[in-house]
């Protein structure tokens, strides 16, 4: 074992972006499994095996779970006893994503907001996106991606609310975007949902609640319920796999929350497709690399 290095940074960066794309986590797949072992509808019970069966075929012959490889998204989380360089970290990350790519090789998603010029390398100003968590408990580094397809990444919405709007509201409203996505983020998967913060934050807040392992609920018990309130509602829709009607339009909704202005309510919504991908790597100081998701 050679010991930390922002080699092995980028080396981890890499290998978990190519893992990720390929290899659903296990509680994605459960839920999948459970969601076509009670659908009543006979064509959303097709769609299910469909699905199981492309998670199949991707795993048993090393291939990717879908064409679009999304843009790389790192959740970091650094221990207080990791002492490490954040910007050298950023950079690893930057070089693993854009070696992935390349060196895969697989379809770059990345693209200039004006020229649209496409370097095919999954990344360029801003890219990989990377969320910064510290943690006083921990001595190692912890790297999560979530690569982010543009079909479910699309349907996503925020919007401010002030607190005379209430909770009925901010339900309403993850319900409607849900609704008015019908069938393109290739449902079912999972529905983030951030409250509170301020307008940037609540995105990211949206985004770190699919980050989660499906069947996790938030420890706050209101949050919870809402959470089961929601997917009850949702599955109630009748949007069903891939749009095409059924008993399960998401596998779950994550919600997470940050305190707010007192005349605030924020609240995002980040939907996730059917293939929630998810791959994590902990890095210890003796260069040890847990895997995992
Ligand atoms: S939304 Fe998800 S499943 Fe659909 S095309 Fe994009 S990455 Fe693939």
Redesign the pocket.
Known sequence: MGGFSYQLVEEVAKEIYIRALKQLPPDVVTALQHAHNSESDETARGILQTILQNIDIARDRNLL????T?LPVYLVKIGSGFAADGARIAAALHSGAKRATLEHPFRGSSTHPLTRVNPQNSVGRGLPVIHWEFDQDADTLDILIIPK????ENMSAMKMFIPADGVKALKKFVLDTVVDSGGN??PP?IIGVGIGGTADLVGVLAKKALARAVGSTNPDPQLAQMENDLLLAINGTGIGPMGLGGDTTALAVHIESAYTHMTLNPVAVNTQ???ARRSRAVIHRNGQVDYGY
């Open positions: 779970l879908c064409q679009d999304g397809g543009s079909g479910s983020p290739c998967g497709c059917w293939a």
